[in-house]
T-cell receptor
Framework: DVKVTQSSRYLVKRTGEKVFLECVQD?????MFWYRQDPGLGLRLIYF???????EKGDIPEGYSVSREKKERFSLILESASTNQTSMYLC???????????FGNGTRLTVT | DAKTTQPNSMESNEEEPVHLPCNHS???????IHWYRQLPSQGPEYVIH???SNVNNRMASLAIAEDRKSSTLILHRATLRDAAVYYC????????????FGTGTRLTVIP
């Protein structure tokens, strides 16, 4: 079974801090994705990557950046965390562009 | 517009079939239809996907309209464990201007 592991289940950070959310997949998947999930808004795509060192903006990239130095790892970076970035963050991966997405269990980030 | 449209909520009695609809009227010829579900405190879980033909697997069936502008996820016998939020999304091999999950349909299963 594919495993997508997010480094933290819960995270509390202060406004202005630099925050790293890490995601690792163990199935040699080409594609990786970062979503955030908020009540009433569903899942919204932040960034995605179809290859190592490659990144594309999703629907809501503002305030975020990403890094993919190795195929199995996709990091989401909040350069200066703000309270409106308090959310559930979900990482996903897929083998090819049209194959199923496999999600991690999420990181609930609170910015105070 | 890469969005799909689903009802906000549906109810079903336990052990009865459930038909969850999804509208994707602007779908292109290369878009696959995927369905996922999300249980409380978990990430979404893949259920089924298809392109043009109806599909079956151990979890569910997917019926795709002939014009591909809508699809229906069919749970043949709902159980309490099927209570979840169900998402229908489009995935296109030419790019990620879709992958839009929206708010899905919250399915309540009544014992």
């Amino acid at each position: 079974d594919v495993k997508v592991t997010q480094s933290s289940r819960y995270l509390v950070k202060r406004t202005g801090e630099k925050v790293f959310l890490e995601c690792v997949q163990d199935m040699d998947h080409e594609n990786m994705f970062w979503y955030r999930q908020d009540p009433g808004l569903g899942l919204r795509l932040i960034y995605f990557s179809y290859d190592v060192k490659m990144k594309e903006k999703g629907d809501i990239p503002e305030g975020y950046s990403v890094s993919r130095e190795k195929k199995e790892r996709f990091s989401l970076i909040l350069e200066s965390a703000s309270t409106n970035q308090t959310s559930m963050y979900l990482c996903a991966s897929s083998f090819i562009r049209t194959s199923p997405l496999h999600f991690g269990n999420g990181t609930r980030l609170t910015v105070t | 517009d890469a969005k799909t449209t689903q009802p906000n909520s549906m109810e079903s009695n336990e052990e009865e079939p459930v038909h969850l609809p999804c509208n994707h009227s602007t779908i292109s010829g290369t878009d696959y239809i995927h369905w996922y579900r999300q249980l409380p405190s978990q990430g979404p879980e893949y259920v089924i996907h298809g392109l043009t033909s109806n599909v079956n697997n151990r979890m569910a069936s997917l019926a795709i309209a002939e014009d591909r502008k809508s699809s229906t996820l069919i749970l043949h016998r709902a159980t309490l464990r099927d209570a979840a939020v169900y998402y229908c999304i489009r995935i296109d091999q030419t790019g990620a201007n879709n992958l839009f999950f929206g708010t899905g349909t919250r399915l309540t299963v009544i014992p």
